[in-house]
């Protein structure tokens, strides 16, 4: 841990943030973010203000972050290195956050903090410790029963070019994050030939962008990457239950294989831990896994989404995220669009069960609603299999009602 401790210490990570009123004016917002994914997070309640939140490795802004977002919190900040922590004090005092605490500690010390927490995020930080599994199981023994962590990996496919370069530098004893060592790693990524894959992966990492970023990248000596089924296994040896994906659009077929094609047939035939790690394998770019845990004995109703339940369309009430519908016109069908996820393509029913959505009408509520002449049973099947496909490609998320 020394190691990495000393990289943070020199290369304060990820790129400071000066002014979080300015960086929040300017749209960013944090993927994993309690209140942004509270219908994900807590189906059954939602976001409540006042929460406890845990930043694990908080880094340089991340625990500052929170506490401007969500000022009603308690927010608590961990992390080893110092220099990250000054940042993050400089930002406690800059915007008066009143509301955050933060502590220099290694995060499988997290029980001395003497705390629980409604609310964990950890990302990026528990692929860089020496004992992953025991990392979270520290988390989740300061975990409320009703709380959720959420979770940040590195995705082992994706990331495949950025560790044929660390093997690369490795080799060229490149293992003391020296400013000559950065020069060179720039350098040689400038000599890559054309079709090297770096060069896909450099265009969507903006950890490409700064010095801190690249030593991080390609310097670092202790991080692992994890597939879909070593992530899940990952939580199960921690002794927690998977509860989701944050952005379930990457994990399932909807959206990306069409549901006539034969692939899809097959995929639908898989469990679904069989069927996200397949599709991790078919899209290839999956560098990173955004998930959520929580502990074994929290209450399945209050958090389970599962559409062979009978009693599930009278329970789940679709909310939008950022999805509307445009209108067919010009000889084009309907489509169903939003921010960072695939279109669906709505026939003439469909378009009427999803005007239907309002917030408050739970799934059964919609269909009946929906001035369609289709036969009920027929319009049950279709409405359930149009409903999981709005869920599993990221239009809607559900509020689940109390268990009649």
Request: proline content about 7%; hydrophobic content about 40%.
């Amino acid at each position: 841990m020394d190691k990495v401790k000393a990289q943070y210490e020199r290369w304060i990570y990820p790129e400071p943030i000066e002014d979080l009123e300015a960086w929040i004016a300017g749209g960013a917002f944090s993927i994993g973010d309690a209140k942004h994914c509270g219908d994900i997070f807590w189906p059954a309640t939602g976001y409540r203000e006042g929460m406890n939140i845990l930043v694990a490795g908080c880094g340089a802004n991340q625990a500052a972050r929170y506490a401007m977002q969500h000022p009603t919190a308690k927010v608590a900040g961990i992390d080893l290195s110092e220099a990250s922590l000054a940042h993050e004090e400089k930002l406690k005092a800059k915007h008066g956050l009143e509301n955050l605490t933060l502590h220099r500690m290694r995060l499988e010390e997290v029980a001395e903090l003497g705390q629980t927490f409604d609310f964990i995020a950890s990302s990026g930080v528990l692929h860089h410790l020496p004992d992953p599994v025991a990392g979270l199981k520290a988390l989740g023994g300061v975990l409320d029963r009703d709380g959720v962590i959420f979770i940040m990996v590195y995705g082992r496919y994706g990331r495949a070019p950025v560790y044929m370069m660390q093997d690369l530098f490795r080799t060229l004893g490149m293992t003391t994050q020296t400013e000559e060592d950065v020069a060179l790693v720039k350098a040689t990524i400038q000599l890559l030939p054309k079709e090297h894959p770096l060069h896909t992966y450099a265009k969507r990492s903006s950890d490409m962008k700064f010095d801190a970023g690249l030593v991080d990248l390609f310097l670092h000596q202790q991080d692992r990457p994890y597939s879909v089924p070593e992530a899940l296994d990952f939580v199960h040896d921690a002794g927690l239950a998977f509860q989701s994906w944050v952005e379930p659009m990457y994990y399932n077929p909807d959206g990306h294989v069409p549901e006539n094609h034969p692939l899809y047939q097959r995929l639908e035939k898989l469990s679904d831990a069989e069927r996200w790690a397949a599709m991790e394998l078919f899209g290839g770019f999956h560098a990173r896994h955004d998930f959520c845990v929580c502990r074994t004995d929290r209450a399945l109703d209050s958090y389970q989404i599962d559409f062979t339940r009978p009693d599930f369309p009278d329970r789940a009430v679709p909310i939008l995220r950022t999805s509307s519908l445009a209108p067919a016109g010009d000889g084009k069908p309907a489509t169903v669009t939003g921010t960072r996820v695939p279109p669906l393509t709505l026939p003439p029913p469909l378009v009427a069960i999803f005007r239907q959505i309002d917030g408050s009408r739970t799934i059964g509520e919609c269909l009946q609603a929906a001035p369609v002449n289709i036969a009920p049973e027929a319009l049950r099947h279709h409405g359930l299999r149009f409903f999981r496909s709005l869920w599993r490609t990221g239009h809607v998320t559900f509020r689940l009602k109390e268990s009649s």
